[in-house]
């Protein structure tokens, strides 16, 4: 997939200005963009990590994303950029909601975020 591919998947998924975006369509984008991606021809996953540690999975991406040319590189670093920012979104909206419950209350709905 090159870069204006891309974009095009983008915002049709979102809106040409990408106000359609939520947490939930976010997420649910996200995990089937990588599912594709990381499917084979014959409809397999294949996973090729050799780190075992999440800090070494970080290096070994930076590296590889680093040695792409900078068109490509954009792709696989927007996305980790907005599964980043939407991650974080969740655990804000989650303290946001708790304060409206009782302590038990919030702990559940922490949970559900």
Known sequence: MNLDQFKKMIRREFGSD???????NV????DEFQRERRRGGDGRFRLNET???????????????????????????WTLALDLAFADLREVI??????????E?????????
């Open 18 to 24: 990408l106000s359609n975006m939520t947490p939930a």
């Open 27 to 30: 997420r649910e984008f996200l």
């Open 51 to 77: 780190q075992t540690s999440y800090e070494a999975i970080l290096r070994d991406f930076f590296r590889g994303v680093l040695e792409l040319p900078a068109e490509e590189a954009v792709i696989p670093l």
């Open 94 to 103: 989650a303290d946001q909601v708790a304060g409206l419950f009782g302590p």
């Open 105 to 113: 209350d919030a702990e559940q709905a922490a949970g559900d975020a």
